[in-house]
């Protein structure tokens, strides 16, 4: 156990810019294998940039020799591209795109190096950053237009149960069905129907009005919302109580300015509204079943109430959000279950509505194209998931409330504060803080874990494996067995072959670099949200998968944190006292504000300042229970001398001073490189005593004895001529 130094390759996409002599040196995974081999360490962490690098020519081999002949050690850096968003995107085209690149990468290593029969190979970790998508609901991006058709955060073919491998194909409208065991390890009846009923009420309507016509919202809503809550409305004297008692909120909600006298007399203008409308109703049916009035005295009376039917409708359309949400929330939080089911049919009328015509225009029965709206379903079915194995929530908030979770941002969004009572605003859309966003994001992460690869993928394998002539046919068979494994499966799988060996892999996020114009606002920005992630990631590998489930790690790098505008120190201190153990691999460089990848000279202030955050990472658990890796990553140059310079110098001395348990402020001379035990100091030593006498040269004259017994001695001993010995510089 102990600190693992090493360095990246590089990129060839980057290097292509600094001439052919740097891009060749980076063309393919093999070559990065054993770029840099003199630069100092033994272990390296190779930039992979697309999937036709495992099949370069001779990559195994190539790769056997790096490591047995050249004693290389390794790991995998995943694409940074701009197309791959790493998992934490829900709409349906990066999601499938996403879900193929990464299960085609443990396919390839489970080949390479499993089925080869050479798992000595295997690469220690496979890496990529946990986000690269910006926060949504929030006021950055706060209004999302409709694009990309969505999925659940549990994805698109899930598992019915443990032993199941074949998998079903979902949407929305089974996701949301409290009546389908989704997912199958944490259902739990009560909480879906919360949830269903809190979509029904709350999103379902704000999609109407996003995706009808100008006009027609009002028409729906008095036809089929209004017309339904009416006729239960006047037939219940439980419901017309609670509407009243709640009104008075909502009323406030939308008019803050109001008294409490103008909002009481606001509150009887709709209730008595209530009342006109349905007694104009009657009125109506009475006369048109009247058969002792003219016809003419008919039309006439019938027009007089129908333009007194449209102002009341005109008038109640005026308060539409007051007396939706005040309906709403009686039905998302009943005084009791009765009054939810004297309602279950007004907001199942606008399900039905809302999936068979409504969502019918974006090309999917039950299709969401709001993403922002999909992050919001799964907030609010984490936070309705606690006490069951869907344990996320109660990871990122510990039991907390939602109100409770968030508050403290929402106390920042002054504007909003004391509109929100949910995540849901009829008028606002979803109000999602950056802490939901990195929630939300990291359950859509884990439903690419949990979800079965799919059935185009795995056409795509079987095409692949008939036409794979170095493959055997047990290998064949192996290799489309294991194809059709979850991520989760695959990483135990792998992990199990290693273990005969001793070796185990891990899968590791990390925290991503900010990039113009978003710095600051991916969905998972800070660091302890990424401990989060992977601390839930083997949780639910726990449960879905084996109770020994362990595989899943954190990279920190604070050259990404600084270019998200956080504070590397803030964000260090910020993690719980026992999260460095979950923390494997640290990327190194010289901070700086721009990612530059800058040598840590030895000596520098870039030494000192990677030796502090190293050592407060450390006194979180950072390498003292299991190997740690210290990765510099290298920039521009073409030979290790001009990108690494003396960087593996300077991290020799920050792995000795941190494994001697050494305060920053308590570093001596040593660690800069200019002690009494150091390379340079030792060295000048040596030229010192070689030159001690060189001040005396020329002042002393001393008669050279060629005869003597030395000379004798010499000659018959050494067999030395006597004119070679008078020669010599030293006799």
Excluded at 238 to 264: A, C, I, M, T
Excluded at 631 to 646: A, N, S, V
Aim: net charge negative; with cysteine; hydrophobic share 40%.
């Amino acid at each position: 156990m102990g600190y693992v130094i090493g360095f990246t390759t590089g990129a060839y996409s980057i290097a292509r810019g600094g001439g052919d002599e740097a891009a060749r040196e980076f063309a393919g995974l093999d070559r990065k294998i054993t770029a840099g081999v003199t630069a100092g360490a033994n272990f390296i962490q190779i930039d992979m940039e697309q999937l036709g690098e495992w099949v370069a020519p001779e990559l195994l081999t190539r790769i056997e020799r790096a490591v047995k002949e050249l004693g290389m050690d390794w790991a995998i850096h995943g694409e940074v591209i701009t197309y791959y968003s790493h998992f934490d995107d829900a709409r349906k085209t990066a999601w499938k795109l996403d879900h193929f690149r990464i299960h085609k990468h443990l396919d390839k290593m489970y080949e390479q190096f499993i089925l080869s029969g050479k798992p000595e190979l295997f690469p220690r970790y496979f890496l990529i950053h946990a986000s690269a998508r910006e926060v949504i609901g929030y006021y950055l991006y706060k209004e999302m237009p409709a694009s990309d058709l969505t999925v659940p955060p549990v994805g698109m073919k899930i598992k019915v149960n443990m032993n199941d491998y074949k998998g079903r194909n979902i949407n929305w409208d089974i996701f949301l069905n409290p009546k389908e065991k989704i997912p199958f390890y944490s259902y739990n009846e009560n909480s879906k129907l919360k949830l269903f009923r809190w979509f029904k009420a709350r999103p379902v309507f704000y999609m109407i009005k996003k995706l009808s016509l100008p006009g027609l919202v009002e028409q729906i809503f008095m036809e089929r919302f209004l017309s339904r809550f009416l006729a239960i409305y006047f037939s219940n004297e439980n419901l017309r109580e609670e509407f009243s008692r709640k009104l008075d909120f909502f009323v406030k909600k939308y008019n803050p300015g109001l008294s409490p006298e103008e909002v009481s007399s606001r509150k009887n203008s709709i209730l008595n509204d209530f009342n006109s409308y349905v007694n104009n109703i009657r009125k109506l049916e009475e006369i048109r079943s009247d058969n002792t009035i003219s016809e003419e005295e008919k039309i006439r009376r019938i027009q007089e109430i129908d333009e007194e039917i449209r102002m009341i409708q005109r008038r109640i359309v005026d308060n539409i959000h007051i007396v939706y949400d005040t309906v709403s929330e009686i039905y998302i939080k009943p005084a009791n279950e009765d009054l939810a089911l004297l309602l279950d049919p007004v907001f199942d009328g606008m399900y039905e509505y809302w999936k068979k015509d409504i969502s019918g225009r974006v090309g999917e029965i039950a299709g969401i194209p709001f993403e922002d709206i999909a992050f919001a379903i799964t907030v609010k079915f984490s936070e309705l998931m606690q006490g069951t194995n869907d344990k996320l929530w109660e990871i990122f908030f510990d039991g907390k409330s939602l109100v409770q979770a968030i508050q403290p941002e929402l106390e920042e969004m002054k504007q909003v504060v004391t509109l929100v009572n949910d995540i849901f605003d009829l008028t606002k859309g979803v109000i999602l803080t950056p802490k939901l966003n990195a929630l939300a994001a990291s359950r859509y992460i884990i439903g690419h874990f949990e979800s079965l690869p799919l059935d185009d993928y795995l056409m795509e394998m079987e095409k692949y494996v008939k036409q794979a002539t170095h493959l055997t046919e047990e290998q064949k068979k192996k290799l489309l067995e294991f194809s059709k494994l979850s991520i989760f499966e695959k990483i135990k799988k792998i992990n199990d072959e290693l273990a005969k060996i001793g070796r185990k892999f891990y899968f590791v996020f990390e925290n991503p670099e900010g990039k113009p114009p978003i710095e600051g606002f991916n969905r998972i920005s800070h660091i302890v949200d990424v401990y989060y992630l992977v601390k839930a990631l083997n949780e639910y590998g726990k449960t879905i998968v084996s109770s020994d489930f362990d595989y899943v790690r954190a990279c920190i790098d604070t050259d990404h944190l600084i270019s998200q505008g956080l504070d590397p120190i803030a964000e260090i201190e910020s993690l719980p006292d026992d999260a460095g153990k979950l923390f494997m691999v640290y990327h190194v460089g010289s901070p700086t504000g721009h990612h530059s990848h800058e040598p840590i000279d030895i000596g520098t202030d870039a030494q000192l300042m990677v030796y502090r955050l190293a050592y407060k990472l450390r006194q979180k658990g950072f390498g003292k229970d299991s190997n740690a890796y210290l990765i510099f990553e290298r920039g521009g140059g073409q030979l290790p001398y001009q990108y690494m310079r003396t960087s593996i110098l300077a991290l020799r001395k920050v792995v000795e001073y941190l494994e001697k348990d050494i305060p920053p402020d308590r570093l001596d001379e040593n660690f800069f490189g200019w002690g009494e035990s150091s390379p340079d100091f030792i060295r000048q030593r040596v030229i010192i005593k070689q030159h001690a006498l060189d001040p005396l040269s020329g002042t002393i004259i001393v008669p050279e004895e060629k005869h003597t017994y030395l000379g004798k001695t010499v000659v018959e001993e050494k067999r030395k001529r006597p004119d070679e010995w008078s020669k010599e510089e030293l006799k």
